[in-house]
């Protein structure tokens, strides 16, 4: 019997093994690949490590990638994203198209902080306060980080998507048309939105769906421009201002760029705001010898450091900010997906019931369609 090396511990073990795995899964990548052909398409988020995006036909926003699903011709469309981006290329895309996410398991914190039930409620209680149908005065806008069914709500009142990149464009169109929004799920992009707008921030209230009508009064329901969800970005709550102050103290020249998904204390400090398509062209665009601080997921901000390293490129905070859900789409997951599509197999579709689809396209094509 071999004699056991008790000297190398068994994590490093599980871990030189995970590499060998994750190694041998790029190769069977592209070996899948080559024989699918046009048959595939894969779409991937910036956010993606690197040796998942780097198979990716088209990576972008979660606009662009909207944009994009909707025209892609292949019949399988794999999303190396998360849940509810692969639900909306599944919504935008053809009848015969099909969508897979290479991990079921990938869905998004912020997402997850509304549901159906809640958003119903909720807009029954408006009804209440206001004494009136709440499609007279307010307009529903679900930011795109949410599930099918909310879509689909918003679709069948009158309401838009919108994304982190036309966000400023829904709440304009929204407010030619009523006098109110209500906006779901991420508090941070609507009142960092609204702000900028000129909104004043005493007319955006938050509403915790823990609590009974939102845990506000009648009065402040009806004074409200918009009226936030309690919900947000576990990721982009973590950059602060004292990190902003800490760049600044030690390079004055540094230029703070960050997600508005971040609170409004770091967006109102930092010099730039926007999606992460934004950002990625703000940095490609950067003199040489500038320096950054961003205020976005980590994988994205290595591999901006890394393409650009004539530029100083660093994150916005001292811990590592990772999106976990995003990160959970490995290699191996990607060729596990595609080998089995080879076979004939789809594995891991996301599909939308016919019902919640034919609703949430009207919101998503309304987004589509308002201009930036
Ligand atoms: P973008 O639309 O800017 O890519 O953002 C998506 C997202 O989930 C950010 O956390
Ligand atoms: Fe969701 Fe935040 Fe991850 Fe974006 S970074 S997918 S909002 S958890």
Redesign the pocket.
């Known amino acids: 019997m071999a004699a056991v090396d008790m000297t190398v511990p068994v994590d490093a073990v599980a871990e030189a093994t995970l590499i060998e795995q994750e190694e041998a899964a790029i190769e069977r990548i592209k070996r899948a690949r080559e024989i699918l052909g046009d048959e595939v398409v894969i779409l991937g988020h910036h956010?993606q490590r690197d040796e998942v995006v780097q198979f990716a036909d088209f990576a972008g926003d979660s606009y662009q990638l909207s944009q994009e699903g909707a025209k892609v011709k292949a019949k399988y469309i794999v999303f190396a994203g998360?849940h509810f981006m692969a639900e909306s290329a599944d919504i935008l895309g053809r009848d015969d198209q099909v969508v897979i996410l290479p991990n079921m398991k990938a869905g998004?914190?912020?997402?997850d902080m509304a549901n159906l039930e809640q958003v119903l409620t909720a807009w029954a209680e408006l009804e209440d306060v206001l004494m009136a149908d709440p499609e007279q005065q307010i307009m529903p806008i679900t930011y795109i980080?949410s599930a099918a069914n909310l879509k689909a709500f918003v679709g069948e009142h009158g309401g838009t998507v919108c994304t982190s990149s036309n966000a400023e464009g829904a709440l304009k169109w929204a407010f030619d048309r009523r006098e109110k929004v209500f906006f779901f799920p991420d508090q941070h992009l609507g009142r960092n939105t609204g702000k900028a707008m000129g909104i004043p921030v005493e007319q955006m209230v938050l509403w915790d769906p823990f609590q009974p009508y939102g845990g506000l009064t009648d009065e402040q329901i009806l004074n409200a421009r918009i009226i936030l969800w309690k919900g947000h970005?576990?990721?982009?709550q973590q950059f602060r201002p004292e990190h902003v102050d800490l760049w600044r103290k030690h390079h004055p020249d540094i230029n703070i760029i960050v997600h508005p998904?971040c609170m409004m204390e770091v967006v109102d400090m930092a010099d730039y705001v926007g999606s992460t398509a934004y950002i990625g062209k703000m940095i490609a665009a950067a003199e040489p010898g500038s320096k950054w601080a961003i205020g976005t997921?980590i994988h994205m901000v290595n591999r901006l450091k890394n393409q650009y390293p004539d530029k100083m490129v660093q994150l916005l905070s001292p811990f590592a900010c990772l999106?976990s859900?995003?990160y959970r789409i490995s290699p191996l997951d990607l060729a596990n997906v595609l080998e089995n599509l080879v076979e004939g197999r789809v594995i891991n579709q996301v599909s939308v019931p016919d019902d919640v689809k034919q609703k949430a396209k009207l919101a998503l094509d309304r987004m589509l369609s308002i201009p930036k």
């Open positions: 956010y998360v998004c914190s912020m997402a980080n970005c576990s990721v982009h998904e997921e999106c859900t995003m």
